[in-house]
């Protein structure tokens, strides 16, 4: 997922909850139960993400290799017997990395390790070599007069917390976001922060910046933490000496490309009705196989639908979307939104935090559905999943269409662990827990169940 | 460390005990609980071992990074107070790392990342193209027709379990030791092994390996764990279709350089009695900063022996040596034989299995010295330290020492995690344990004031 906070794109429509006295309990089918059970074990979700990661692999937006997923995901979706597969393209401005290496010249010669940032400006192939100038803060950035940074190479050491809810992205995020661009205005030669991530791996972070408006872009680029910590030390022990660094970064942009969002449904019984839409994004970030980012999000969601499909027919349609683009500026996201933000939807979710255990459920389904959301609560209490807020939830590229009022349901994957391995090389398929992964396809299938309206005919889930 | 095999350079002479009736006691000067415990919050090792990584970094053996090191090594014993500092040098081959990169090229087009093992081939700067033939074992290797093996990389996915006295290394070992010549030997273009180590990050195992007498070399690496089980998948999925790979790898042997060991002494009152050696290797692998393999070696014995000088004048001379070029062939470990080997030590001892507590003591003192012994294991069990076998005990530089059969102490570190990163990019100062690393120069310490043969005058131990 890339960050949480986006543009006011789409006016917002206010569905906060008025305090009510509590609806009448909604009576679940027993098949909820039955299908929820059953798809503890699932192993479509794992034979998805396996192949995507495997026979695709990283997958850049824009690139030949996103190109080459649309195809894997539309010939994996027909043959799992889903309708109305298609691919729904969009246009859109790629950047690819280069060459990347960053090189303490002195006082203490060493290599440290890195990657540019989304976006990043390049060097000569040469490279750069300039002084290094230190700031524990964006916000210390912010307050250093132009002189002091003026032709340096800035590096910013701001750390991010471990969280369980990713809470801390948005706010930590700050340095990889804005601080190229702060940087940049302050006549800044490059600029290197601490990655936005939570391991000790030499696997950095990288992910999505953009300049400002009229900034000229300069090589952006972040160290893997324990280079972080290494060039806080180096320059605690240079002891006033200038610590200097050589810097190459060579990516380039290469001009406006294709990507697409992918799209099957399983068609409702009655087409009139507000679909539910589930997904997550096809596209990765360049240096993993984009396994728990979010390889595991599509295929979760998939695998749910699938078991819906299979147990009978949904009196609503459910729209599954592999999002393309997501990491680089939610393009897919907001595709969508231009094609379908305008008309209502039933529900949207997407899972786009990882592939650990759903710990918790939030809805924003408005005063009139109170008793469905509480039984989805209570059909989801025996995964362990506990009830959260009732007027809100979110998603990375359902983000416009939350924003503009449509219902939503977020099912809140545990987070603890995922920034260590978000946008990092570690990003690989090895990292996912089979039980965990089968415990989200279970929450996604009971809340399908519970939202799609009644199945019929009612088939016994397959075991 | 590299392989605890070495070929029998040096007569062995047996010590093995043989059944006797138990010593009597020995009874222990009060200082050894004083200085035990006053061990428990040195900050000396800690500073040692973050002053070499973070002021020289990676030091291969042989290079200039290596000869900054022992330049750095001379400083930092000459400002602890300690006698005799010297660089003893020697000549050796030098072979460094070049471009290294492995790309899928078919069916499924993905790059994979590995790291050329010591003493690797080169492919030409373009790189090689060929098909993979893998194998999960040696063994299998061993076995196959050289038909099947002929202009094909090889593969050989073999896993090394994960143990806590890394008994697992020796055997599990053999692929990168002994995979590259038999690879070559029934005509190879290429080898590429899963990684001798059991983390699942995309930081890849180097090692040494040579190529037997008469055995062309060609090119041989590691990928990293989840590199390896990825590539497993691929020929999984390609379901009989070949799978290429491209290969770059671009090491050169670049000659003769010098290398050497840096050689400190705590004289002792009686110079004319054998010394106690301990200490561990200053040269690191290129890919990490070489902070628990072996900086935090050095660093252990160096503040252990330090706290022997400081609180009096022992019997016995301390010997601290910091080995040079260790992980490539035990240059240091054989220099230090010829020029020593032939003279009686009281003790030798290494510390070279990383930062991790010592979990347990095995001696080889000789039948007199088995009450010494026994007070020895006594003195440490108050740091939760096990009594091990008493007619044995290893290290790496020592290893020509301990063959020939000196008298050796083995303070066993737990290596349960030690071969997640040993010879890899992670292998960083953020990785080490304070707390572990006091108590490994609690138990150094306890173990010099047990054999150095008695302190005057006794000062009291700093806190």
């Given at each position: 997922m890339i960050t949480r906070i986006l543009p006011a794109l789409f006016a917002a429509v206010s569905t906060a909850a008025i305090a009510q006295p509590a609806p009448p309990p909604v009576q679940l089918p027993s098949y909820v139960a039955a299908l929820r059970d059953a798809a503890l074990k699932d192993d479509l979700a794992w034979d998805i993400t396996e192949g995507l990661t495997t026979e695709v692999g990283q997958r850049l937006a824009g690139t030949e290799a996103e190109a080459r997923a649309r195809a894997w995901a539309v010939?994996?979706?027909?043959?799992?017997?889903?309708?109305?597969?298609?691919i729904e393209t969009f246009d859109m401005p790629v950047w690819v990395r280069g060459a990347e290496s960053a090189t303490i010249v002195s006082p203490f010669p060493q290599k440290l390790v890195l990657a540019a940032l989304g976006n990043s400006g390049a060097t000569p192939p040469e490279g750069i070599e300039a002084e290094v100038v230190s700031f524990d803060s964006l916000d210390a950035l912010r307050a250093a007069p132009d002189a002091l940074v003026r032709g340096k190479i800035v590096f910013v050491s701001h750390a991010m917390p471990r969280t369980q809810d990713g809470s801390g992205y948005g706010e930590f995020g700050a340095p990889r976001r804005q601080g190229p661009s702060?940087?940049?205005?302050?006549?800044?030669?490059?600029?290197?922060?601490?990655?936005?991530?939570?391991d000790y791996h030499r696997n950095p972070h990288t992910g999505v910046q953009r300049f400002e408006d009229g900034v000229a872009p300069i090589p952006a680029a972040a160290l893997s933490l324990p280079d972080a910590e290494q060039l806080q030390r180096i320059i605690k022990r240079a002891n006033g000496q200038p610590v200097r660094m050589r810097l190459v970064l060579t990516p380039r942009n290469i001009g406006t490309r294709q990507s697409g969002n992918v799209i099957a449904e399983v068609p409702g019984r009655d087409p009139s009705l507000p679909p539910i839409l589930v997904g997550g994004h096809l596209d990765s970030w360049d240096l993993g196989t984009g396994a728990i980012d979010d390889a595991s999000g599509v295929a979760i969601t998939t695998a749910a639908a699938k078991r819906i499909m299979d147990a009978g027919r949904p009196l609503?349609?459910?729209r599954i979307v592999w999002f393309g683009a997501e990491e680089v500026g939610l393009y897919g996201g907001i595709d969508y939104m231009k094609r379908y933000g305008g008309k209502p939807h039933y529900a949207v979710a997407e899972?786009?935090?990882?592939?650990?255990?759903?710990?918790?459920?939030?809805?924003?389904?408005g005063d009139a559905r109170k008793a469905e959301a509480a039984a989805l609560r209570r059909a989801l209490l025996p995964l362990g999943i506990v009830p959260g807020a009732e007027d809100e939830g979110e998603g990375s590229d359902i983000t416009p269409l939350v924003e503009a009022g449509q219902p939503v349901v977020e099912l809140s994957q545990d987070g603890t662990h995922y920034f260590d391995l978000h946008?990092?090389?570690?990003?690989?398929?090895?990292k996912i827990n089979?039980?965990?992964?089968?415990?989200?396809?279970?929450?996604w299938t009971t809340m399908l169940a519970v939202l799609s309206g009644g199945l019929e005919p009612i088939r016994r889930p397959r075991r």
């Open positions: 010939a994996k979706l027909r043959s799992l017997g889903f309708a109305n597969v298609r702060i940087a940049s205005r302050k006549g800044a030669a490059a600029i290197v922060i601490r990655s936005i991530g939570t609503r349609t459910i899972s786009d935090f990882g592939a650990d255990r759903v710990w918790r459920v939030k809805t924003r389904l946008h990092t090389p570690d990003d690989t398929l090895d089979p039980e965990a992964l089968r415990q989200n396809v279970a929450a």
